[in-house]
């Protein structure tokens, strides 16, 4: 049976062997689908084991969107543009790289975004990011093909925010500073936190001035990991929350995808993780 993993630290949480193994049974396909823990040093030997197992595609998470571009022979576009890569096929001895995180924001965003009193509309919307990674510049890249109306990105590493703006190459981008974000304004439509403060002790500190009551506020992590986030977002006035659930969703399609050639259906699977997710809260 062909080997498939995610890789990243920490990755026990990791929801992604029951979405595959669930994409599978749906369309009756058998896959060995795994979570294998890998920090930035010992990532690029821990990979070479795998595919010497057998290893045929893998998923990459934090931290190692970026060190997952290096390591491939091969980049997609959309993966080469936004220098991040979440999802590996192995092609003969080598490995060939893309990045789903962008068409699976976009795709949960929509979904989530629209409502009695909001019309989802890119060329209208004005959305403030937070973070500058691998994940953040995925979503950057999306957003902007998107025709979305502005991107203000905003990290806690001046040279990173620098960095993403000037890649991006679009009218529609402003950096910002993040000391700075108290005079930045609100107005937002959407917030998005894609940095990786949800996973460790450091927290966010971001003024409530960001949030209108129409704002909407997105984590692109889920479970434990968004919640300081949200919590924020829902003490700063915002009605409507979202994790990140759905991308992981709909980015684990788009990789399904690619193995497999055929694409799941991803609603079913989205309720009853929600329905696993609300369980243990």
Known sequence: MNRYAVFGQPIAHSL????????????????????????????????????????RGANVTLPLKEDAAALCNALSARARRCGSV???????????????????????????????TRTYDPARMRVLLLGAGGAARAVAFALVDAGIGELAIANRGR???????????????????????????GGWDVVVNATSAGHGDSGLQLPSTLVAARTFCYDLSYGHAAQPFLAWARASGAVTTSDGLGMLVEQAAESFERWHGVHPDTAPVHAHLRAVLDARD
């Open 159 to 185: 040279e990173r925010t620098s960095a993403l703006a000037g890649a991006l190459q679009a009218d529609c981008v402003v950096a910002h500073e993040w000391s700075a974000l108290d005079v930045a304004g």
């Open 16 to 55: 992604s062997p029951r979405i595959h193994a669930a994409f599978g049974a749906q369309l009756g396909i058998a896959l060995d689908y795994r979570a294998i823990e890998a920090g930035r040093d010992a990532f690029a030997t821990t990979l070479a084991a795998f595919a010497r197992d057998g290893g």
């Open 86 to 116: 979440n999802t590996l096929t192995r092609d003969g001895d080598s490995w060939r790289g893309d990045s789903t995180d962008g068409v699976g924001f976009l795709r949960d965003l929509e979904h989530r975004y629209a409502g009695p």
